[in-house]
């Protein structure tokens, strides 16, 4: 069965500080993946998709940048983090033949 | 730009007590609605409403695609503390690989 991995749980970071955050998935090949953040109030804010290896469609303009070096592995990076980039995180996968999006259990970021 | 609004923002009731929740949207080539429960951190899948697929129903939960209208419900009955979550509404496109969320309805069941 698919799992997916994504940490770490928790961070507290300084602004100005990089940041990278990691999301693999195992038992599926060449899935979607997709960078989530979900601040309160604000639902689920798409920051990031990839349809396969170096593919990365960008949603929102900002500072954090995303690579998949892998097939199964989804990196969400900054080089410089601001008090706004803190928030919950969620890394999600799915396939062409499973429509339904599979979310990892999530980063809270706390940027201080 | 696609769209979705979930309503109420937020929802107390008593255990036992029956809810709707409801999913309006605007997307372009429409393919498919999902609801989603949000607990404590990752969002777990409940539903998928397509064109061919408009009525879905396990246990207590049970949802409703209205194309004509452009919204969904989803229905609760009999409701348990356990129920108590964040209930998220997405929709998709067929040009698209991505989901667009709703802001989500927080509904807590008190005992």
């Known amino acids: 069965s698919q799992t997916i991995h994504q940490w770490p749980a928790t961070l507290v970071q300084p602004v100005g500080s990089p940041l990278s955050l990691e999301c693999t998935v195992e038992?599926?090949?060449?899935?979607?993946l997709y960078w989530y953040r979900q601040a309160a109030g604000r639902g689920l804010q798409l920051l990031f998709y990839?349809?396969?290896?170096?593919?990365i469609s960008s949603e929102v303009p900002q500072n954090l940048s995303a690579s998949r070096p892998q097939d199964r592995q989804f990196i969400l990076s900054s080089k410089k983090l601001l008090l706004s980039d803190s928030g919950f995180y969620l890394c999600?996968?799915?396939?062409?033949?499973?429509?339904?999006?599979?979310f990892g259990n999530g980063t809270r970021l706390t940027v201080t | 730009e696609d769209k979705v609004v979930q309503s109420p923002l937020s929802l107390v009731v008593h255990e036992g007590d029956t809810v709707t929740l409801n999913c309006s949207y605007e997307?372009?080539?429409?393919?498919?609605l999902l609801w989603y429960k949000q607990e404590k951190k990752a969002p777990t899948f409940l539903f998928m409403l397509?064109?061919?697929?408009i009525e879905k129903k396990s246990g207590r939960l049970s949802s409703i695609l209205d194309k004509k209208e452009l919204s969904s419900i989803l229905n609760i009955t009999a409701t348990q503390t356990g129920d108590s979550a964040i209930y998220l509404c997405?929709?998709?496109?067929?040009?698209?690989?991505?989901?667009?969320f709703g802001k989500g309805t927080k509904l807590t069941v008190n005992p």
């Open positions: 990839s349809v396969g290896i170096g593919q």
């Open positions: 997307v372009t080539n429409f393919r498919s």
């Open positions: 999600a996968w799915s396939s062409l033949e499973d429509s339904p999006l599979h």
């Open positions: 997405a929709v998709e496109s067929w040009w698209s690989e991505k989901l667009v």
């Open positions: 397509t064109s061919s697929g």
């Open positions: 038992g599926t090949s060449n899935p979607n």
